[in-house]
């Protein structure tokens, strides 16, 4: 059976509507990079270096990464001749099926989950500069736990700029879910202790926590972050459980920068990837596990509340490669 078929089968045993907004999300990058891909196709007959060449381009220009593309191309190349592959058409089930690999790794099943247990008091720390959609994240993620059946509570962590806290707020009411905060400026590890005695004083299931972004200061941001995580940990050892960094997805490879940045100050345990809708360059999911191995969590998929989804790799690889997928079965 060949991997695309597989492929079908096993996004067919998952939810429709999860798969539908993985296609739609990936509209525009799908149009892009599928529409370069059949280009290419077109272009070569046959699988030689030329082919390899401006593969190699296509996929550096949708943000997958450097050394994740050359990575790619030499496994490509050694799969091709293992395979004794001719026609470049056959290439691009082993493409969708290397982007599989790649993002998976060694594990059977990729560790993608939010690391929320029963329980417990869950406390999940957001992370990442202004403008990604960090307080947006943070509203939409209540919203899904709540429908699941979960207790939140916000932390208004982000004291600095002007707005955030009345922001979160909306979102609190939006959802209908409580905010504990402070007023503009205060210390961003009170407004901690603060909701994490609250939380536990209401046996909350999961505490969000929204904090401060400005890249500017960097080092005051970083030194600020580190007080934060100390003064949860005392309160609740272990915690916080997840460290999340929100990386706007149209920034590219400005987002690979900031991911670097906060990897280095920070313990981030996963990504949050905004506005994947919004880019024809949605390769950055690649670049960020193959270049920083820290695993994609969360996609934003759309403007609706519940457009904020788990990342899932099939889903992924489905929505960039449907389109070749479903002209390879009408062929059939």
């Not at 504990?180 to 505490?207: C, F, T």
């Amino acid at each position: 059976m060949s991997f695309f078929k597989k492929l079908k089968e096993k996004i067919t045993k998952q939810t429709d509507s999860v798969t539908e907004k993985f296609k739609e999300g990936l509209t525009k990058t799908r149009d892009s990079f599928a529409g370069k891909m059949n280009d290419l196709v077109a272009k070569y007959r046959k699988v030689d270096e030329e082919f390899f060449e401006e593969l190699e381009e296509l996929l550096i220009s949708a943000d997958v990464g450097v050394m994740t593309v050359m990575d790619l191309i030499d496994e490509l190349k050694m799969e091709v001749k293992r395979r004794n592959i001719h026609d470049t058409k056959e290439v691009q089930a082993v493409i969708s099926e290397k982007l599989v690999e790649i993002y998976q790794g060694d594990q059977v099943e990729e560790n993608n989950k939010l690391n929320l247990e029963p329980g417990r008091l869950n406390v999940v720390l957001f992370v990442g500069v202004n403008g990604v959609g960090k307080t947006t994240t943070i509203g939409k993620l209540a919203h899904k736990l709540k429908s699941e059946g979960n207790s939140v509570l916000l932390a208004a962590g982000d004291t600095f700029r002007a707005g955030a806290i009345e922001q979160l707020e909306v979102w609190g009411e939006r959802v209908g879910v409580d905010v504990i905060k402070q007023s503009e400026g205060s210390d961003p590890a009170a407004v901690m202790y603060d909701a994490v005695q609250a939380a536990k004083a209401r046996k909350v299931d999961v505490l969000l926590c929204d904090t401060a972004g400005r890249l500017q200061n960097k080092v005051n941001l970083m030194k600020e972050l580190e007080k934060v995580k100390r003064v949860i940990e005392k309160e609740i050892p272990g915690a916080p459980h997840e460290v999340l960094l929100v990386l706007d997805a149209t920034t590219g490879q400005n987002a690979m920068t900031q991911a670097k940045q906060f990897s280095q100050a920070t313990d981030v345990s996963g990504i949050v990837l905004t506005k994947l809708d919004g880019t024809a360059k949605g390769g950055i999911v690649l670049a960020i596990k193959g270049e920083l191995d820290i695993p994609v969590k969360l996609v934003g998929l759309g403007e609706k509340m519940d457009d904020l989804q788990e990342f899932n790799t099939e889903q992924y690889v489905y929505g960039l490669f449907s389109g070749i997928i479903e002209a390879q079965e009408e062929e059939n």
